[in-house]
């Protein structure tokens, strides 16, 4: 299992939305829904929320409000993301994660820790993101060594950093004032994979 998950594999299928709360006035009100939609990592760098407890984490809209202002709260609209990833984007456009497999754009080059463009839309990415700025470069060198020591010698701690949060959000017991058009999506949802023992240890 250690041979096989990566922290940095981008997914190579597009996964669509499993969830689909609306009517929250204030966008921020959707991120437990938007945590697990997005498996508690920056879609856009993939850094895990697990890693850096005390980062600040955001909502961020694909298209920004600027150009968009009636998809504030479209939920469709909203991604979970890292500070930096949110900071860089501001009134940029970039690939829809949900609708485009970034792992058909991205691929990491483990061994200089920067990230290679494969299509038009990488390049994009890498440009407006700022992937390759020399402190996310230096980030992913000291996460991969990190990770690497732990599997080798505490496969338990690697286990650890490599798997869900300890707290899931209970998506049952919210009540989006809108409805949820996608009801279906809480079987799904992390919180009741756990209960059915069926979350697995790690995941990429």
Known sequence: MMSVAHPFRYPTEAQGRRHGPAGYRNYRDYRPWLEDEFMFRCAYCLKRQKWVRTDIWSVDHLVPQIQAPERECDYDNLVLTCQWC????????VPDPVAVAYGNCLRLDDASGEVRALNKDGEILIRVLKLNHVNQVRTRQETLRRLNIMARCSPDDWKQMMGFPE????????SPPGGNSRIEG???????????????????
């Open 167 to 174: 707290e899931l959000p209970n998506l049952r017991r919210k």
């Open 86 to 93: 949110n900071n860089r984007k501001l009134a940029d456009s």
């Open 186 to 204: 809480l079987d799904e949802c992390c919180y009741e994979q756990r209960l059915r023992n069926e979350l697995p240890e790690v995941y990429e």
